[in-house]
């Protein structure tokens, strides 16, 4: 059959040919090609690692990303720090916080506006010890040392909201471990006595690995805990909804073998992210009562019985549940990622998204998704810009002018009753608040770099705070509880 088609037009058919064989062979790839490839963010580190898992690696404030871990790259073990203010694009030279020199181990971190806490498991005089230091300044600088407990078994975790933080602690007393809580009302600068928490039976006892989450109004805490068999670890879970005056009785989350706990709070909804056995794989409990039932755990992952899928991290927005996990002891070991838009019920396909050798931490700036990990001795990094679609963001209208006014930090976040606003820029400030239509909800003038406004009278949902100096604006997002 002869061809009649003209140079051009044969050119455009192949062509089109050429882009559909690019779009067959390559769909499966662009459809998960939204997470980015690792890179390390510690560049000179040596062996470094972070928490086990009940305590978390990054945190973020807006769009501020800050990391930490505990490094050899001098004699001694060092707990060191970065930050991206540029959702991970670009990162800072990494710092050390804590003596070069020291034993500096575990570490997890807490971050309220430009507040970010620290804690970590260290040797004081051969002692076993939890730490603590915070900067008030967005990490430029950091206070001295503080020595919460001088008798910890185990690593400690920390929480915030707004000025009070929250350390747990394991300790050992009678050759039980036992879990403990510090809390501090001045923002770090004192923490009140330890309250015991966990009640293990007598004899060797064990209560560790403790989860801790605040909303401001309600304390949530969850550990593993043997007090039902000397051999085997399940979950245990107490409450306090007066932030740590008193606290209702513990409940047991699992009743067969299973451990590394985080707890999560989102509104009225609490979820423990757990391992278990039979299979080894990755569950959830939900309470949808803020913490004072729980539903049957519910399995998450789906690996076969020769490997294990656990060490949960999770984030929650909404329905949105996120979940990491690490798949071991098959090496390399690998960070696999899946997610939920339905409160639980049902789960994507796992993702892997890098070899690790530790856990994997990850935080949600909306609509981005920033996952940490350890491996060969670095951290790595990776992110979703658009795996959390479903986020609100800043409604047409009230979108920042300029930004070159400076940096604008809210807290605290989630609120309940008031929040303060705290920006750079000089001269006179208009305050305007929206609520996620992009109506104006209300406005206030201030000549003043920080500001507070009541918040009672909201409804809960997501809300945003614009600032408006000259023909400069900033806006910043925040959650009425």
């Known amino acids: 059959m002869s061809n009649n088609l003209k140079p051009n037009t044969m050119n455009t058919i192949l062509h089109s040919m050429k882009k559909l064989l690019i779009l067959v062979l390559f769909a499966p790839v662009i459809a998960f090609a939204q997470w980015s490839a690792p890179v390390s963010i510690s560049p000179r580190a040596m062996n470094a690692s972070m928490n086990e ?135 770090g600068n004192s923490f009140s006595a330890e309250q015991q928490i966990s009640t293990p039976t007598t004899g060797t006892g064990r209560s560790e690995d403790q989860g801790t989450a605040t909303d401001g109004k309600n304390i949530y805490m969850c550990w593993n805990d043997n007090r039902n068999s000397p051999t085997t670890l399940e979950i245990y879970y107490r409450r306090s909804r007066d932030m740590g005056k008193t606290w209702d009785p513990e409940i047991q989350i699992s009743n067969a073998a299973s451990y590394s706990p985080m707890i999560y709070c989102d509104s ?27 539903s049957p755990i519910k399995q998450v992952t789906t690996n076969v019985s020769t490997n294990a899928d656990a060490y949960p991290s999770m984030v929650v927005d909404g329905p949105n549940l996120y979940m990491t996990t690490h798949i071991f002891p098959t090496k390399p070991w690998t960070v696999s990622f899946t997610q939920s838009s339905d409160g639980g019920a049902t789960w994507s396909k796992e993702i892997q998204l890098g070899d690790c050798n530790g856990t994997s931490f990850m935080v949600l700036t909306c609509p981005m998704l920033h996952v940490v990990w350890p491996n060969n001795g670095s951290i790595y990094y990776s992110r979703n810009p658009t795996a959390a679609p479903s986020c609100p963001t800043t409604p047409t209208g009230i979108e920042s002018v300029n930004n070159t006014a400076g940096q604008i930090f809210l807290y605290p976040n989630p609120v309940q009753y008031s929040a303060t606003v705290v920006f750079d820029g000089s001269g006179t400030h208009a305050i305007e608040v929206y609520d996620i239509t992009g109506r104006k909800i209300s406005s206030y003038q201030s000549v003043l770099n920080k500001y507070t406004f009541l918040c009672n009278e909201l409804s809960p949902g997501m809300y945003f705070v614009k600032i408006i100096t000259g023909n400069n604006a900033q806006v910043v997002k925040f959650i009425k509880q």
């Open 53 to 187: 898992n009940m305590g978390p690696g990054i945190c973020s404030s807006h769009d501020t990303l800050h990391v930490i871990w505990s490094d050899h790259r001098t004699k001694g073990y060092a707990i060191y720090y970065t930050r991206s203010t540029d959702s991970g694009i670009t990162w800072s030279n990494s710092v050390a916080i804590t003596d070069t020199m020291g034993s500096a181990t575990m570490p997890s971190l807490a971050v309220s506006g430009r507040n970010i806490h620290v804690v970590w498991w260290d040797t004081v005089k051969k002692i076993a010890c939890s730490c603590y230091e915070h900067s008030v300044d967005g990490g430029n600088t950091w206070s001295n040392r503080l020595v919460i407990d001088s008798n910890t078994v185990y690593w400690p975790g920390v929480a915030v909201a707004g000025s009070t933080v929250l350390v747990s602690i394991d300790k050992e007393p009678l050759s039980r471990t036992t879990v403990f809580l510090a809390i501090s009302k001045d923002n």
């Open 268 to 294: 009225a909804k609490v979820y423990v992210a757990l391992g278990f056995s039979s299979p080894l794989n990755s569950y959830i409990a939900e309470s949808t009562d803020s913490g004072a039932t729980f």
